[in-house]
């Protein structure tokens, strides 16, 4: 069973650096063509692709994010890593992970989602 | 970035009705298109990959067709569980992106 979990801080404030960690488990991101992404949803909108990382370390970000954006694995502990500097209100959101297989490219299965909020 | 247009955006239908949601893409796609379903408070679920191909366990009333630039999703015969938002989302290239949702309320 493939099962996804995001953690991370609930409240950030303004200008400060988020990081979020997503601990999965039922697949490796070893195994060739396989990778994560994170998404986000800010409260009563639509769902934005935020980055995605491969088996192969290559990386991907969202066009309008990505100076803001890092993602990271850690393949032993079965880990991806997001940081997200310079947080600001609209950042308010909750964060997904996802499985995805690349050559497919859709997402299945999702976390449980966090929300983050932005916050003085 | 490749745009997804969704309508309508929201809909509302009875028990046993036919629905269909649409979705067009700025570009061509091919069939790299998928379908998710998203229940208040809970994550996006996949229904529908490659535009046509139903994910295991989803029940046979959904369905998908198109190619290229236009799409839709299917649903033959409401449920009351069918009540959730329904995103359509592009697989053809970086950065990945979504349509703004179709908010369907099954009465």
């Known amino acids: 069973q493939v099962t996804l979990r995001e953690s991370g801080p609930a409240l950030v404030k303004p200008t400060q650096t988020l990081a979020l960690t997503c601990t999965f488990s039922?697949?490796?991101?070893?195994?060739?063509?396989?990778?994560v992404s994170w998404i986000r949803q800010p409260p009563g909108k639509a769902l934005e692709w935020l980055a995605r990382?491969?088996?192969?370390?290559?990386?991907y970000y969202s066009t309008y994010l990505k100076t803001r954006l890092t993602i990271s694995k850690d393949t032993s502990k079965n880990q991806v890593v997001l940081t997200m500097t310079n947080m600001d209100p609209v950042d308010t959101a909750t964060y997904f992970c996802a499985r995805q297989p690349v050559n497919v490219g859709w997402f299945d299965p999702w976390g449980q989602g966090t929300l983050v909020t932005v916050s003085p | 970035d490749i745009q997804m247009t969704q309508s309508p955006s929201s809909l509302s239908a009875s028990v046993a009705d036919r629905v269909t949601i649409t979705c067009r893409a700025s570009q061509r796609l091919s069939n790299y298109l998928n379908w998710y379903q998203q229940r208040p408070g809970k994550a996006p679920k996949l229904l529908i990959f490659?535009?046509?191909t139903l994910q295991s366990g989803v029940p046979s009333r959904f369905s998908g067709s198109g190619s290229g630039t236009d799409f839709s999703l299917t649903i033959s015969s409401l449920q009351p569980e069918d009540s959730a938002t329904y995103y359509c989302q592009q697989s053809y290239t970086t950065p990945y992106t979504f349509g703004q949702g179709t908010k369907l309320e099954v009465k």
């Open positions: 990382v491969d088996w192969n370390d290559d990386k």
């Open positions: 039922g697949f490796s991101l070893s195994t060739t063509g396989m990778s």
């Open positions: 490659g535009a046509s």
